[in-house]
């Protein structure tokens, strides 16, 4: 005997399966409103979970493409005028998410006047310049050139207003005011291209960063010799290494601890009168015999390298006043040449110390000296001759700074006050703290104005653009995390974003429910279906379909019922949409579409349906294999 | 006690059936019933006819024709057909296995039944449920067989109409002519007739018999109309139904 493979062979599974499908969908041909009723079941629970997803995503996607395509969302800016160097601007511009910066000398961007002469009519108003780029977003819908030189952008509302076209000349006036005095610089700038409104709705200038430095240097009263414009007299920022306060008796713990005036990690050091002479470095100058006058106690403040300015100056001083205490600035001592010759210049109070031999001077501290009042030096005795051989030629020496300086060079005119017995050049120590300023910002000397200049000073403002809107709230937290304060659309893009996952949740708990709603439905009616068509199972059974093969029957009729409902529910939603999107967006004042599906979603739902179908179906088709094909005969 | 073989073998005739030592015990609370069919075999072309009394246990045994009915015992249980190259089949390790697959496949091509309104399927067409045991064993239909008894039969002109709008006794010709469709080995009918009148009852079995015995099939046919019965059958196996206490029937099968 052998196993029964002959009329196994007669017909191929796939012709069976074919088989089977045709007697399932004769079946719901047979009872064609019972299975229209399904299939609008299933629209039904389709339609709303498919409009409500494509609302949410239109909405959504709508105010993000908006967001998108105006950059001042992507847009970060700091909100404390702090000074920024260069170095600052390159390590950002490597962080990842970052498509653009510029640095801005001024914390937001300023207002320049602008002439327009058309027609014979002169046209004066004020108007915003930024600085800009090729590279800027801002620049991505520009027509014409980019900002370059003395060639600047302007947006589409500014040519508008003044009925300007690009390659038109405007002139830039730029004014500032020295003590009662208005002076001003004009220069003639060339329209070289446009932005659309979208990108900047307000009528704004954008020019090169160069443009920007040069403007806010002339108000700022610094000289840009480049186009010719002179700088203001300044009086020299002071900057101290450390303070020095001398007491006549001990100072207290409270006074001590009142003068940790700097934010940080100060450090306070007792000195007696001994260790305050070499702190000076006048202890290497036996011939000169230096002692302290003054006080009897001393501290040092420190602050980590960090400088003390006048106005720290002051508050100490203020703090000392409790104990008769006087405070001193401190320098550390320069280093430079006069006549070709190294030497160290040594700053010195001399109202805190006395020599044996009196001096030609007094050095006291004034925050408000000029650059004048503190160039006076008495250089030792040995450089006498030296001296005398430059027959009365100006007395000028050259300060060095360290490599990493922003001063690293810095050539000054001295005055002679004389000579003493010690080896160092004494100055005043107002003369290095001015020097020392030049650590940090470049400084030359303005000899027009007789003082120190500041060239520039760094970079107050900057403008950051994200490469996504995502990026904008992690660059702004970088950036706070740096210390650098900054406002940024930040709020509204995690808003979006809230919104988006919360109508994400909102649209899969709706979507949930219906789901399992419909799947109920499905599931019982198919349910049923099963028990009313036991006999029609039982039969099948008994003429020779397989249990795998009745199976297949509630799960092929559902797949069905679930493509047509699914196609039911694309045409409910066309038209549903089309009302929306014609008709209703209109009434909300919405730009865009308000529903709209993509062909993800839309193959997400389908998956959806299908599957959700197919394990509705499971429960009944399991009942199929239950029926013993004896109840044909019983039931007939 | 269960009685001796009743139906005995005619090794001169082919057989297409061959059962030994069956027994099938229903329990229906503290009664019980048991069908003992000690040896029994069918010979092709033959006409059976099953007769007995109601609850003697015909339609149980036809169940297990059917290969719908599990046994409580079974020694033997063979089944030949000249149409399946692969031999004789032992059918008792497919019904002890519970091979579904087997079993479905025996039930649609050495099987046919004919039930007793027919067991068409209301949403086929004629065509369609004609159609159905071919389309059910991945065979095409041989038409020109099918329409030439449709013609014979009466019923070829109702191709297009469901059983709904058949008379009965188009249905039961519909229904013979699906069970004899695929040329099975053995055609089962439980009580074919007995929606129609006597006339028509005299009519269908007269048809079946010569379709069945044209094709070679082998019919079993159960009936409580001894009369008709004996017209057409060529043998008859009776049910014999014994008490063997108040609560305990045992039916032996018997020609």
Same mark, same amino acid.
């Given at each position: 005997?052998?196993?029964?493979?002959?009329?196994?062979?007669?017909?191929?599974?796939?012709?069976?399966?074919?088989?089977?499908?045709?007697?399932?969908?004769?079946?719901?041909?047979?009872?064609?409103?019972?299975?229209?009723?399904?299939?609008?079941?299933?629209?039904?629970?389709?339609?709303?979970?498919?409009?409500? *997803?494509?609302?949410?995503?239109?909405?959504?996607?709508?105010?993000?493409?908006?967001?998108?395509?105006?950059?001042?969302?992507?847009?970060?800016?700091?909100? *404390?005028?702090?000074?920024?160097?260069?170095?600052?601007?390159?390590?950002?511009?490597?962080?990842?998410?970052?498509?653009?910066?510029?640095?801005?000398?001024?914390?937001?961007?300023?207002?320049?006047?602008?002439?327009?002469?058309?027609?014979?009519?002169?046209?004066?108003?004020?108007?915003?310049?930024?600085?800009?780029?090729?590279?800027?977003?801002?620049?991505?819908?520009?027509?014409?050139?980019?900002?370059?030189?003395?060639?600047?952008?302007?947006?589409?509302?500014?040519?508008?207003?003044?009925?300007?076209?690009?390659?038109?000349?405007?002139?830039?006036?730029?004014?500032?005011?020295?003590?009662?005095?208005?002076?001003?610089?004009?220069?003639?700038?060339?329209?070289?291209?446009?932005?659309?409104?979208?990108?900047?709705?307000?009528?704004?200038?954008?020019?090169?960063?160069?443009?920007?430095?040069?403007?806010?240097?002339?108000?700022?009263?610094?000289?840009?010799?480049?186009?010719?414009?002179?700088?203001?007299?300044?009086?020299?920022?002071?900057?101290?290494?450390?303070?020095?306060?001398?007491?006549?008796?001990?100072?207290?713990?409270?006074?001590?601890?009142?003068?940790?005036?700097?934010?940080?990690?100060?450090?306070?050091?007792?000195?007696?009168?001994?260790?305050?002479?070499?702190?000076?470095?006048?202890?290497?100058?036996?011939?000169?015999?230096?002692?302290?006058?003054?006080?009897?106690?001393?501290?040092?403040?420190?602050?980590?390298?960090?400088?003390?300015?006048?106005?720290?100056?002051?508050? #100490?001083?203020?703090? *000392?006043?409790?104990?008769?205490?006087?405070?001193?600035?401190?320098?550390?001592?320069?280093?430079? !040449?006069?006549?070709?010759?190294?030497?160290?210049?040594?700053?010195?109070?001399?109202?805190?110390?006395?020599?044996?031999?009196?001096? #030609? !001077?007094?050095?006291?501290?004034?925050?408000?000296?000029?650059?004048?009042?503190?160039?006076?030096?008495?250089?030792?005795?040995?450089?006498?001759?030296?001296?005398?051989?430059?027959?009365?030629?100006?007395?000028?020496? /050259?300060?060095?700074?360290?490599?990493?300086?922003?001063?690293?060079?810095?050539?000054?005119?001295?005055?002679?006050?004389?000579?003493?017995?010690?080896?160092?050049?004494?100055?005043?120590?107002?003369?290095? %703290?001015?020097?020392? /300023?030049?650590?940090?910002?470049?400084?030359?000397?303005?000899?027009?104005?007789?003082?120190? %200049?500041?060239?520039?000073?760094?970079? /107050?403002?900057?403008?950051?653009?994200?490469?996504?809107?995502?990026?904008?709230?992690?660059?702004?937290?970088?950036?706070?995390?740096?210390?650098?304060?900054?406002?940024?659309?930040?709020?509204?893009?995690?808003?979006?974003? /809230?919104?988006?996952?919360?109508?994400?949740?909102?649209?899969?708990?709706?979507?949930?429910?219906?789901?399992?709603?419909?799947?109920?439905?499905?599931?019982?009616?198919?349910?049923?279906?099963?028990?009313?068509?036991?006999?029609?199972? %039982?039969?099948?059974?008994?003429?020779?379909?397989?249990?795998?093969?009745?199976?297949?029957?509630?799960?092929?009729?559902?797949?069905?019922?679930?493509?047509?409902?699914?196609?039911?529910?694309?045409?409910?939603?066309?038209?549903?949409?089309?009302?929306?999107? !014609?008709?209703?967006?209109?009434?909300?004042?919405?730009?865009?579409?308000?529903?709209?599906?993509?062909?993800?979603?839309?193959?997400?739902?389908?998956?959806?349906?299908?599957?959700?179908?197919?394990?509705?179906?499971?429960?009944?088709?399991?009942?199929? !294999?239950?029926?013993?094909? #004896?109840?044909?005969?019983?039931?007939? | 006690?269960?009685?001796?073989?009743?139906?005995?073998?005619?090794?001169?005739?082919?057989?297409?059936?061959?059962?030994?030592?069956?027994?099938?015990?229903?329990?229906?609370?503290?009664?019980?019933?048991?069908?003992?069919?000690?040896?029994?075999?069918?010979?092709?072309?033959?006409?059976?006819?099953?007769?007995?009394?109601?609850?003697?246990?015909?339609?149980?045994?036809?169940?297990?024709?059917?290969?719908?009915?599990?046994?409580?015992?079974?020694?033997?249980?063979?089944?030949?057909?000249?149409?399946?190259?692969?031999?004789?089949?032992?059918?008792?390790?497919?019904?002890?296995?519970?091979?579904?697959?087997?079993?479905?496949?025996?039930?649609?091509?050495?099987?046919?039944?004919?039930?007793?309104?027919?067991?068409?399927?209301?949403?086929?067409?004629?065509?369609?449920?004609?159609?159905?045991?071919?389309?059910?064993?991945?065979?095409?239909?041989?038409?020109?067989?099918?329409?030439?008894?449709?013609?014979?039969?009466?019923?070829?002109?109702?191709?297009?109409?469901?059983?709904?709008?058949?008379?009965?006794?188009?249905?039961?010709?519909?229904?013979?002519?699906?069970?004899?469709?695929?040329?099975?080995?053995?055609?089962?009918?439980?009580?074919?007739?007995?929606?129609?009148?006597?006339?028509?009852?005299?009519?269908?079995?007269?048809?079946?018999?010569?379709?069945?015995?044209?094709?070679?099939?082998?019919?079993?046919?159960?009936?409580?109309?001894?009369?008709?019965?004996?017209?057409?059958?060529?043998?008859?196996?009776?049910?014999?139904?014994?008490?063997?206490?108040?609560?305990?029937?045992?039916?032996?099968?018997?020609?």
């Amino acid at each position: 005997m052998t196993a029964w493979g002959g009329w196994a062979s007669m017909g191929g599974g796939r012709t069976k399966f074919v088989n089977v499908s045709k007697l399932a969908l004769r079946d719901m041909l047979h009872e064609t409103i019972l299975t229209l009723c399904l299939i609008l079941a299933v629209a039904a629970v389709l339609t709303p979970i498919i409009l409500l *997803a494509a609302v949410k995503f239109g909405f959504i996607d709508s105010l993000r493409r908006d967001l998108i395509a105006d950059p001042t969302f992507r847009e970060i800016r700091p909100s *404390a005028a702090d000074l920024r160097q260069a170095a600052f601007f390159d390590e950002v511009a490597a962080w990842d998410g970052v498509r653009y910066i510029v640095p801005s000398v001024m914390l937001t961007p300023r207002e320049v006047t602008v002439e327009i002469d058309k027609d014979g009519k002169r046209d004066r108003d004020r108007i915003r310049l930024m600085p800009s780029g090729v590279t800027d977003p801002f620049m991505e819908k520009l027509v014409g050139a980019p900002p370059a030189g003395d060639s600047v952008v302007a947006t589409a509302s500014f040519l508008e207003q003044y009925q300007l076209e690009i390659g038109a000349q405007v002139e830039l006036v730029i004014e500032r005011i020295v003590g009662d005095a208005r002076q001003r610089q004009t220069m003639m700038a060339t329209i070289g291209g446009v932005v659309p409104a979208e990108t900047q709705p307000q009528p704004t200038l954008f020019g090169d960063s160069q443009l920007d430095s040069d403007v806010e240097s002339y108000r700022a009263g610094v000289a840009v010799p480049g186009r010719g414009w002179p700088g203001v007299m300044q009086l020299p920022v002071q900057a101290y290494d450390a303070i020095i306060v001398s007491f006549d008796g001990p100072p207290g713990e409270r006074v001590l601890s009142d003068l940790r005036i700097k934010v940080g990690a100060p450090t306070i050091t007792a000195l007696d009168a001994a260790q305050l002479v070499d702190q000076f470095g006048l202890g290497g100058s036996p011939a000169a015999g230096w002692q302290a006058t003054r006080g009897t106690h001393f501290v040092m403040l420190e602050n980590r390298g960090e400088t003390y300015s006048g106005r720290d100056l002051q508050t #100490a001083q203020a703090i *000392a006043d409790d104990r008769a205490g006087k405070a001193y600035g401190y320098a550390k001592p320069g280093a430079g !040449t006069i006549a070709g010759v190294e030497h160290a210049f040594q700053g010195v109070w001399t109202d805190l110390f006395k020599p044996v031999t009196p001096l #030609a !001077t007094v050095w006291t501290y004034n925050q408000k000296a000029a650059f004048q009042q503190v160039n006076g030096v008495l250089l030792p005795e040995s450089l006498r001759s030296s001296i005398a051989a430059l027959g009365g030629a100006p007395l000028t020496a /050259r300060f060095h700074g360290e490599a990493t300086s922003s001063t690293p060079e810095l050539e000054l005119p001295l005055r002679l006050l004389g000579y003493h017995a010690g080896d160092t050049v004494l100055v005043n120590p107002a003369l290095l %703290a001015m020097v020392a /300023r030049g650590r940090d910002i470049k400084l030359a000397y303005d000899s027009a104005n007789q003082s120190l %200049a500041e060239l520039s000073s760094g970079y /107050r403002g900057f403008r950051m653009i994200a490469e996504t809107l995502e990026d904008v709230p992690v660059l702004a937290d970088r950036l706070v995390a740096k210390g650098v304060p900054v406002q940024a659309r930040s709020d509204a893009i995690i808003r979006l974003q /809230r919104l988006d996952r919360s109508l994400d949740i909102l649209v899969a708990m709706v979507a949930g429910v219906a789901l399992i709603g419909g799947w109920a439905v499905l599931s019982s009616n198919f349910f049923a279906n099963v028990q009313r068509k036991s006999r029609d199972i %039982a039969m099948f059974r008994l003429v020779g379909l397989s249990r795998g093969s009745v199976f297949m029957f509630p799960v092929f009729q559902s797949i069905v019922i679930a493509f047509i409902g699914f196609l039911f529910s694309l045409v409910f939603y066309w038209a549903a949409s089309w009302v929306l999107n !014609t008709f209703v967006v209109g009434e909300l004042g919405f730009k865009g579409e308000l529903a709209r599906l993509t062909p993800e979603i839309m193959a997400t739902f389908f998956l959806v349906t299908i599957i959700g179908a197919l394990v509705s179906s499971l429960f009944a088709a399991r009942a199929t !294999t239950q029926i013993d094909p #004896a109840e044909a005969v019983r039931n007939e | 006690m269960i009685a001796e073989a009743a139906v005995p073998l005619q090794d001169e005739h082919e057989v297409v059936l061959r059962i030994e030592g069956l027994e099938k015990r229903l329990v229906s609370g503290t009664r019980s019933f048991t069908l003992s069919v000690p040896t029994f075999a069918l010979e092709r072309g033959k006409f059976y006819g099953l007769v007995g009394k109601s609850g003697s246990g015909k339609s149980t045994f036809l169940d297990f024709l059917a290969l719908v009915a599990k046994p409580t015992k079974l020694d033997l249980f063979e089944i030949t057909d000249p149409a399946n190259p692969a031999g004789t089949v032992d059918l008792r390790r497919a019904l002890e296995a519970n091979d579904d697959a087997l079993l479905s496949r025996i039930r649609h091509s050495f099987l046919g039944y004919v039930l007793q309104a027919g067991g068409l399927f209301n949403f086929l067409t004629t065509r369609q449920n004609l159609s159905l045991p071919a389309e059910i064993a991945g065979r095409t239909p041989d038409w020109a067989v099918i329409d030439a008894f449709a013609k014979q039969f009466g019923v070829y002109s109702e191709y297009d109409k469901k059983p709904s709008g058949l008379s009965g006794g188009q249905r039961q010709r519909v229904a013979i002519l699906r069970a004899l469709s695929l040329r099975p080995a053995l055609v089962l009918c439980d009580e074919p007739t007995a929606a129609v009148d006597e006339s028509m009852a005299n009519i269908i079995v007269q048809e079946l018999r010569e379709l069945a015995m044209s094709l070679g099939s082998t019919i079993v046919m159960v009936s409580h109309d001894i009369d008709l019965v004996s017209s057409v059958a060529d043998v008859i196996i009776e049910m014999h139904p014994q008490m063997l206490s108040e609560n305990d029937v045992i039916s032996v099968c018997r020609t």
